[in-house]
């Protein structure tokens, strides 16, 4: 493949153009009716580019882009199953694609109808009563979450309760949600099997807990057994469960948040229900609460009245609009239909499937790689880098060399309960032979660091840019095309 | 392996404390600089703020993850290395001599409850 990596602004030439207009008859006259002090004084700095050299520079650089439509992308906690292309065709049908959000609600029944069925099924699915589709991503819905959490103490006057428990393994918006939602956080300690310390946890409990974040699976991919219990502790000290959905994967159809004693949750529709994610997206972030919290979800709420007819409600005692209109309408519409394509049975064998992928992968790699956690793992699981310590390979070393294989890396040094981890999450939707061909190539890594570690410690070697220097990146980005050039 | 210096006392926390008079310089270990990776920027605390000995009193952030920074010792900050904020990467250089913060004790007894150099190389080991 040749190689490709200009910017557009590079293939700029003075007076180069892909249209031509006719003369402008009204010349002068709109620009007489813009104040002076808000017109541009030079013309915009726009790339002056053919229709070609446009459909060329973006088709080359699309082809540079690793996603799940291209190869094996076992992410951790980012369950990047494969989006089926069914969810797009139906998003994408003029008749949703064109609705605009100011519409009357008569004119647009069958948009509020699915909007409804998936506030409905959502809270089927969580064992939850009621759900707000309007948060736009996964941290959107835990600010959202924590904000319920936050309003129904307040409502009750119980103003006292501004702390949030979050377990030291917990996904790192947790803590950042809570300090957003403008409460503080306590750290729970995990036991070294990863799960929350029951006894860590019971000295924390008083009445300035607002509440614990957890997700069951937890980061390491172990199910939480003894939530049963916790749900209790945390309810008995009048504190609430907020259930981190990003794991949610394994229990679809299986176990339902709201029968572990969950109070308040979100749903990640990228993750879970196979919307687009990250750079595909954009996201989704629902959240669903039990039954006595329903009013405090964020407006504006889709509802159906006697009449079987759809509107638009706004309640009084809401936390208020997290979001500008409705959320998301199109990824909810792909996440409806992976719902109805599965549909009551099949939604069941995602969890198993995902589970066993993971376990699969995780057994035929634990000779080379360091299982810090025995068991069986539900849709994810975590190594601690490569078993073999002496050779000073790294995980972000085999990380990088899984790239020159064609594979995308797994998720790398989270959770922070290991100095090397490596978190592995297959999802379902991966056949035998990918999961062979990945087990092979992370083998072989293996075989190479041990032989060779210069090797793996160089790579990448085949991708488009070699290893990048993280810490300039962090520190001192270049983002614009001008600053580019002043620096050379 | 990770450098562990002997006239130095040790939080299990991974903070490194040298104190000299009623004044404490803190900085963190060589075994956290190693666990970090590359430290693209620290978060230290202003001059006159009052630190507690377990308490958070500021952050490290590297291209893995951004961990806080636990005060070994209680008192008020007198003198911040300024040197860090231009070039965080001082403490993976040289972690012991790349101090963070120096701190007028208000109970000196405190340092004294600390891991000395045998029992923190040992804690590094586990």
């Not at chain 1, 996603?67 to 094996?72: K, N, Q």
């Not at chain 1, 085999?398 to 995308?408: N, S, T």
């Not at chain 2, 956290?32 to 620290?42: E, K």
């Not at chain 2, 230290?44 to 009193?57: C, H, K, L, Q, T």
Request: aromatic share 8%; charged share 25%.
């Amino acid at each position: 493949m040749k190689y490709y990596d200009k910017l557009i602004f590079e293939l700029s030439h003075s007076g180069r153009k892909g249209y031509e207009l006719p003369a402008n008859k009204i010349a002068g006259h709109a620009l007489e009716s813009i104040p002076e002090s808000l017109r541009r004084s030079v013309p915009a700095e726009l790339p002056e580019v053919s229709e070609p050299d446009v459909v060329r520079h973006y088709t080359n650089l699309s082809s540079k882009n690793f996603g799940v439509d291209t190869g094996f992308y076992p992410l951790g906690s980012c369950t990047m199953k494969y989006n089926p292309k069914i969810n797009e065709e139906i998003a994408q049908l003029p008749a949703f694609a064109s609705l605009h959000p100011l519409q009357d609600s008569d004119t647009v029944q069958g948009a509020l109808e699915v909007y409804y069925n998936l506030q409905q099924a959502l809270a089927s699915i969580a064992g939850l009563s009621e759900f707000t589709l309007n948060p736009y991503a996964g941290a959107h819905g835990e600010l959202t979450g924590l904000l319920v959490m936050r309003t129904y103490h307040e409502k009750r006057g119980d103003t006292k309760r501004r702390k949030v428990i979050v377990p030291d393994s917990a996904h790192g918006t947790n803590p950042a949600s809570a300090m957003v939602a403008g409460l503080d956080v306590v750290e729970v300690k995990s036991k070294p099997n990863g799960s929350i310390d029951v006894e860590d946890l019971k000295p924390l409990l008083n009445d300035e807990i607002a509440g614990i974040m957890m997700t069951n699976p937890n980061t390491l991919g172990m199910f939480e057994t003894e939530i049963m219990e916790i749900a209790d502790l945390v309810h008995k000290a009048g504190g609430l469960l907020y259930y981190d959905g990003a794991n949610l994967n394994p229990l679809l159809g299986r176990v339902r948040p709201g029968d572990m004693g969950f109070d308040i949750m979100h749903i990640n529709l990228h993750k879970t229900f196979s919307t687009p994610h990250g750079g595909g997206g954009p996201g989704s972030g629902p959240v669903g609460v039990r039954k006595g919290l329903e009013e405090y979800l964020p407006n504006p709420h889709v509802r159906k009245d006697a009449d079987g007819r759809f509107y638009v409600d706004f309640g009084k005692d809401s936390l208020g609009s997290v979001s500008t209109f409705l959320g998301n309408f199109g990824v909810m519409l792909k996440a409806y239909a992976y719902i109805l394509t599965l549909g009551k049975e099949n939604i069941r064998n995602v969890g198993p499937m995902a589970t066993l992928n993971a376990n699969y992968i995780k057994e035929s790699l634990k000779d080379d790689y360091l299982l810090p956690i025995e068991g069986v793992c539900k849709h994810e699981f975590v190594f601690d880098g490569l078993k073999d310590k002496s050779t000073g390979v790294t995980t972000l070393n085999v990380a990088k060399r899984l790239l020159d294989y064609g594979f995308h890396a797994p998720t790398i040094y989270f959770p922070l309960l290991f100095h090397e981890s490596m978190m592995i999450e297959p999802t379902e939707t991966e056949s035998l032979e990918t999961l062979d061909e990945f087990i092979d190539v992370m083998h072989k890594v293996a075989r190479e660091a041990a032989e060779n570690p210069d090797l793996v410690k160089e790579a990448p070697v085949t991708t488009l840019v070699r290893k990048l220097d993280e810490t300039t990146a962090a520190k001192h980005p270049v983002l614009t095309y001008k600053a580019m050039l002043a620096n050379d | 392996m990770s450098k562990v210096l002997d006239n130095l006392r040790y939080a299990d926390s991974h903070e490194w404390v040298l104190v000299e008079g009623d004044i404490a310089t803190v900085g963190i270990t060589d075994y956290a600089q190693h666990a970090l990776g590359n430290i693209v920027y620290v978060d230290m605390p202003e001059i006159g703020d009052e630190v507690v000995a377990g308490e958070e009193f500021g952050a490290v952030e590297s291209v893995k993850a951004a961990s806080d920074l636990i005060s070994p010792v209680s008192g008020e900050v007198v003198e911040i290395n300024e040197a860090l904020e231009d070039a965080p990467e001082l403490i993976n250089e040289d972690a012991f001599a790349n101090w963070i913060m120096k701190v007028k004790l208000s109970d000196a007894a405190e340092a004294d409850a600390l891991l000395d150099a045998a029992a923190y190389a040992k804690l590094c080991e586990e």
